[in-house]
């Protein structure tokens, strides 16, 4: 059999490199931005497989320029980026990387909801900037963390470990999903199911983690934000789309809600002119949630397994459409 060609749309771990260069003939995407899209119409032409980020947009047209694809591997665990509808009606598989970036993630957002409770960006960045003159009882104010009722939208794997984490700073749960957890798990986790009026109304802290769907875009907008404590933390480490940035704007400007902390925004990046970069009670970093070195790297290896699989006929480890095998 030839040797499959496969194009990678981005530096990736040396290891999981190496995994795909010793059965496919790899043309590796070295820019640190992602390859135009018109590009990538180009490079798959004659690939039968593709290792993609959820920056780069798979969909009908590019599958169409490439009339060989047979693996589409994804390194994240979302994948919004991707016609899965339009893959399977190909019989093409898609691979993700679930579960591996689960505590990661949560950590992730439990540092931002502390970041954005103490206000260490801001006491970060007035020392560096030579504003320490002296300590003073009214400066730097915020909430207590420990205690505070946590809200968390989204019970999956990432809200439950979000969870986990609050337990060791006595943080009462209130979350809503449109799953309810088992009993036993609420009880351990000291959880109450509550519909979501009801999380944003009396938490102290609002953690977001739902999957971006047509159901869960702008999940949180003007009504939401007004629900909310006017001292209240907002986190979101799930999908930018989930939060109205124009809502979210005029609720921090106003006082509706206390603080914000973003690891996700809409659109990303964030352009420079977005007007939640102005306000100091917005904390936004760049999407890093499930940065550690060692989850970013099994997600590559998991990445490379699955397109490997898909270009020798085998069924993904981590599939999103296992359908495709049925056919
Ligand atoms: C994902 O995997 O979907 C994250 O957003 C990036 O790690």
Redesign the pocket.
């Known amino acids: 059999m030839p040797i499959p060609k496969v194009f990678i749309a981005r530096r990736i771990f040396q290891e999981a490199l190496d995994m795909i260069s010793a059965e496919a003939d790899v043309e590796l995407w070295s820019d640190e931005l992602p390859p135009p899209y018109e590009t990538l119409l180009q490079k798959v032409a004659n690939v039968d497989g593709l290792l993609c980020l959820?920056t780069d947009k798979i969909d009908a047209q590019l599958m169409d320029a490439a009339p060989n694809l047979r693996s589409i591997s994804q390194i994240?665990?979302?994948f919004e980026n991707i016609d899965v509808e339009e893959a399977t009606r190909r019989g093409i598989p898609v691979g993700y990387?679930p579960g591996v970036?689960t505590g990661t993630?949560a950590d992730m957002a439990f540092a931002l909801l502390m970041a954005a409770a103490r206000r260490l960006v801001e006491g970060a960045e007035a020392v560096r900037a030579g504003k320490w003159k002296t300590w003073h009882p009214l400066h730097y104010l915020g909430p207590d963390v420990f205690g505070g009722t946590l809200g968390i939208l989204g019970m999956g794997r990432i809200g439950l470990e979000m969870a986990k984490r609050a337990q060791g700073f006595d943080m009462p749960i209130l979350y809503y999903d449109v799953y309810r957890r088992p009993k036993d798990v609420e009880k351990q986790y000291n959880m109450t199911y509550a519909p979501i009026d009801t999380v944003l109304r009396q938490s102290d802290f609002v953690s977001v983690h739902v999957n971006l769907t047509p159901e869960t875009y702008h999940l949180i907008s003007h009504h939401e934000l007004h629900l909310m404590k006017s001292n209240a933390v907002l986190i979101n480490a799930a999908r930018g789309p989930v939060i109205d940035p124009a809502a979210l704007y005029l609720a921090l400007k106003e006082g509706q809600i206390g603080f914000a902390a973003l690891d996700?925004t809409e659109p990303e990046p964030i352009t420079m002119d977005d007007p939640l970069l102005t306000l100091d009670n917005c904390i936004i970093v760049p999407?890093i949630?499930?940065a550690s070195v060692p989850t970013r790297l099994r997600?590559s290896t998991m990445a490379a397994e699955n397109l490997l699989a898909g270009l020798n006929g085998q069924p993904m480890p981590n599939c999103v459409n296992p359908e495709v095998y049925e056919k």
Do not use: I, K, R, Y
């Open positions: 959820l994240a665990v979302g990387t970036l993630t996700v999407h949630a499930s997600m």
